[in-house]
C-alpha cells in the first residue's frame, strides 16, 4: 500500500490560511489523493479529493504537484472548528490506509 | 438522510467474550468498510464488504469476521475478545461503483474489554 508522510502538527492562527503538506513518492497512476479530517470523539470526515489537477470545494483545496508526489490542502481561512487531525491518504480500491496525520492546532 | 449510523455506541466486554457491532450505510450506498482505532492512532482497516461478499481485508486475524445483508447494512463480529481489541470501531460507506470516491463514516462504537 502507498504511504504519505505529514508532519506531526502543525499550529495557526483563527481567520489565517494554513497550508497542510504531504508527501507521496510511491504514487501510482491509478492513486487518488484523498484528505479527511478527524475531530475530537467524532468519526472521520471526507475533506476533498482529486487525481491531477487541483481542486477546489467549499471546504478547502487541494494543490497536486505536477509529478503528482506532493500534495497539499489549503485551509483559506482557519477557523476554531477547524482544529482536528489531518489525514492524508491514497486510495485506488476504496480501502483508506490511514497514516497518524498532522494535528492542526487553531489559536484565537 | 441519517448517514452512516452504527450501534451500539458504547460497550463493555470481558476477555474471551465475543461481540457483534452493527452498521447501516449512507442511503444509496452499497460498500461498506470496518476500521478499528486505538487511542492515539489512526484508523486501521478491517475489511470491506460489497454486495454480501468479503471484498478486501486488512491484517487482523480471522477472529475478527462480518457480514453484508442484502439491504447492504453490516456486521462485525470479533469473537474471543482480548484487552487489545478495546478501540473505537468505524463503519465506513460509499458507493462501490463510484470508485475512488468520498467516504462517509459513522461516529464508531466505542469498545472496552476488561
Known amino acids: 500500500d502507498a504511504k504519505t508522510t505529514q508532519p506531526n502538527s502543525m499550529e495557526s492562527n483563527e481567520e489565517e490560511p494554513v497550508h497542510l503538506p504531504c508527501n507521496h513518492s510511491t504514487i501510482s497512476g491509478t492513486d487518488y489523493i484523498h484528505w479527511y479530517r478527524q475531530l475530537p470523539s467524532q468519526g472521520p470526515e471526507y475533506v476533498i479529493h482529486g487525481l491531477t489537477s487541483n481542486v477546489n470545494n467549499r471546504m478547502a483545496s487541494l494543490a497536486i504537484a505536477e509529478d503528482r508526489k506532493s500534495s497539499t490542502l489549503i485551509l483559506h481561512r482557519a477557523t476554531l472548528r477547524d482544529a482536528a487531525v489531518y489525514y492524508c491518504i491514497l486510495v485506488n480500491t476504496d480501502k483508506l490506509i490511514f497514516g497518524t496525520g498532522t494535528r492542526l492546532q487553531v489559536f484565537p | 438522510d441519517a448517514g452512516v449510523t452504527q450501534s451500539p455506541t458504547h460497550l463493555i466486554k470481558t476477555r474471551g467474550q465475543q461481540v457483534t457491532l452493527r452498521c447501516s450505510p449512507k442511503s444509496g450506498h452499497d460498500t461498506v468498510s470496518w476500521y478499528q482505532q486505538a487511542l492515539g492512532q489512526g484508523p486501521q482497516f478491517i475489511f470491506q464488504?460489497?454486495?454480501?461478499?468479503?471484498?478486501q481485508r486488512g491484517n487482523f486475524p480471522d477472529r475478527f469476521s462480518g457480514h453484508q445483508f442484502p439491504n447492504y447494512s453490516s456486521e462485525l463480529n470479533v469473537n474471543a475478545l482480548l484487552l487489545g481489541d478495546s478501540a473505537l470501531y468505524l463503519c465506513a460507506s460509499t458507493d462501490g461503483l463510484a470508485g475512488g470516491g468520498e467516504q462517509f463514516f459513522g461516529p464508531g462504537t466505542r469498545l472496552t474489554v476488561l
Open positions: 464488504y460489497y454486495e454480501e461478499e468479503e471484498r
